[in-house]
């Protein structure tokens, strides 16, 4: 089919990449301007480097809502359009345009987690699966009906940072198959219904201190969620340090927050629930990631 590719993170690019080895044909690629990385440079986003080492017409419109930007996608004359993580709620005159459908790559399990940081949310939570979702757009965010979904197992030990990673090429999977079923006729269309489910809300700085009053699982799963941004923190010495990996750890009977050992297995500290999390990766402030225990050799901790 003939598409316009909407998208700008890195989690975008199998995606485009995956409906240009099928054989589609890519009519042009939208994606954000480009951001100041300094006062001299400005940095492309993922897709559009990818889109521009294939050759492809890249536009970076600043509003998606000027009628000039509509009628570019019209002269395109697309029949599909696929957003992909474009950061932008898209305006139902171009929602129109395709002849096919335009849909969406969300990275949950729709209904679950609609919202902007579903990857975040789904470890959060706790969730032992997840998975990416291929729908039709609609004026409401996130809402619009499944064509398919595809799942996968959350491992305990993974944070949101590889997660990410993982639901980007399972989104390009799940986008080449739904792309095909609407190519040929024969793509489901399943309403998700008026059940409301978790909403996976922006993340932000508050998020970050951890709480030691909370069972040991949660901050754990605290430290998985919020990676790569904002990071999990705690205050050791007066500093604050943010926190890479831990792990839930043994039993203790010492006060939440309370520092029950650091050594080579690294920092384990009291929660709320009688056991402990055992940090084994940190960066202190103004420094650089580094094992629990390499931090100790430079910053001995008192029990």
Not at 104 to 127: C, E, F, K, M, T
Not at 246 to 266: H, W
């Amino acid at each position: 089919m003939r598409i316009v590719f909407m998208g700008t993170p890195e989690f975008a690019v199998p995606s485009l990449e995956r409906l240009l080895a099928d054989g589609h044909e890519v009519a042009a690629v939208f994606t954000q301007p480009d951001k100041p990385r300094s006062r001299m440079k400005l940095i492309p986003s993922p897709v559009k480097a990818a889109a521009l080492q294939h050759g492809l017409t890249v536009l970076q419109p600043t509003t998606i809502r000027d009628e000039a930007v509509l009628q570019q996608v019209r002269d395109l004359h697309p029949e599909l359009l696929v957003v992909v993580a474009y950061g932008k709620i898209l305006p139902k005159a171009l929602l129109e345009i395709p002849t096919v459908a335009a849909i969406n790559v969300h990275s949950s399990i729709l209904p679950r987690y609609r919202g902007a940081a579903p990857i975040n949310w789904a470890i959060l939570q706790g969730d032992a699966e997840t998975g990416v979702t291929v729908q039709h757009l609609g004026e409401e965010l996130d809402a619009g009906d499944i064509i398919l979904v595809k799942r996968t197992a959350i491992d305990p030990q993974e944070d949101a940072g590889q997660l990410y990673d993982r639901l980007a090429v399972l989104g390009a999977e799940a986008l080449s198959e739904a792309a095909a079923a609407l190519a040929a006729g024969t793509a489901e269309r399943i309403p998700q219904g008026a059940a409301i489910e978790p909403y996976a809300a922006m993340l932000s700085r508050e998020m970050s201190p951890i709480d030691w009053n909370k069972p040991a699982q949660t901050i754990v799963n605290q430290i998985r969620g919020l990676i790569p941004w904002p990071c999990a923190s705690m205050e050791l010495e007066g500093k604050r340090v943010k926190v890479y990996r831990g792990a839930v750890g043994a039993n203790t009977s010492a006060q939440p927050g309370a520092i029950v050992s650091a050594d080579k297995r690294g920092i384990a500290v009291a929660a709320g629930d009688d056991r402990t999390v055992v940090i084994t990766q940190l960066q202190p402030e103004g420094g650089k990631r580094m094992a629990a225990d390499a931090y100790l050799l430079g910053h001995p901790i008192k029990v």
